[in-house]
């Protein structure tokens, strides 16, 4: 079946630095749509971005991501790291658009200082 | 934004009891789901429910387990009876067609 793999435990960061965390992905489906999903503490899990297009940089809220169909990657990055992006960051794949049946990764636990 | 209610937040019940979690979508959403996270690993779709009827549900939702949306109340997931490996966290989602999921917080189910 599908799977997704994340960088595990916790990523420790300082403010202002750059912040990659990174997914993989196993499929078989030729097209897979690709998220990211935040769960800040005591929040519900709220969709960050998504990609379909293959080679095509999607960015919401500070955030970048490119899907790499060659490697299966979806790497969430973002140039300077706040305080305010300490949260669980999952990476989930879908086969819809609306991501109907998510296949998410264990998570990776972001903790920016100052 | 919109917001998807799970009541209660954590539930503390012995092995065999029924349980029924309680979760109250965003309110022009079609489409509801349950995914369950035991601790330490990642969330697992368990159902998707449309119209009225189960659209799909994976190995995990076993037959102990159903759910219903009766006259646009509650959605509920029911648990009965409830074994050990129950215990969980079980996130309640919600969208319309060809838009993006809304989570809820979820709710800590303790089976005991």
């Known amino acids: 079946g599908d799977s997704v793999t994340q960088t595990e435990g916790l990523v420790t960061l300082t403010e202002g630095l750059p912040v990659m965390l990174n997914c993989t992905y196993q499929?078989?489906?030729?097209?897979?749509?690709l998220f990211w999903y935040v769960q800040h503490l005591n929040e519900s899990p709220r969709l960050l971005l998504k990609s379909f297009t293959d080679n095509k940089r999607t960015e919401h809220q500070g955030f970048h991501a490119t899907l790499h169909k060659s490697s299966s990657s979806f790497h969430l990055q973002k140039s300077s790291a706040q305080l305010s992006d300490s949260a669980l960051y999952y990476c989930?794949?879908?086969?819809?658009?609306?991501?109907?049946?998510?296949?998410f990764g264990i998570g990776t636990r972001v903790l920016v200082r100052p | 934004g919109p917001k998807v209610l799970q009541i209660p937040s954590h539930q503390i019940i012995d092995m065999g009891q029924m349980v029924t979690l309680n979760c109250d979508p965003v309110?022009?959403?079609?489409?509801f789901y349950w995914y369950k996270q035991i601790l330490g690993q990642q969330m697992e779709f368990l159902v998707n429910?449309?119209?009225?009827?189960?659209?799909?549900k994976s190995k995990l939702f076993k037959d102990q387990f159903s759910v219903e949306r009766p006259d646009g109340s509650y959605f509920t997931l029911k648990i009965q009876p409830t074994a050990l490996e129950d215990s969980a966290v079980y996130f309640c989602?919600?969208?319309?067609?060809?838009?993006?999921?809304?989570f809820g917080h979820g709710t800590k189910l303790s089976v005991l």
């Open positions: 989930a794949l879908s086969v819809d658009s609306a991501g109907n049946k998510l296949t």
């Open positions: 429910f449309y119209n009225g009827k189960v659209m799909e």
């Open positions: 499929t078989i489906y030729s097209n897979p749509f």
């Open positions: 309110s022009n959403h079609l489409y």
């Open positions: 989602a919600s969208s319309q067609s060809n838009e993006r999921l809304f």
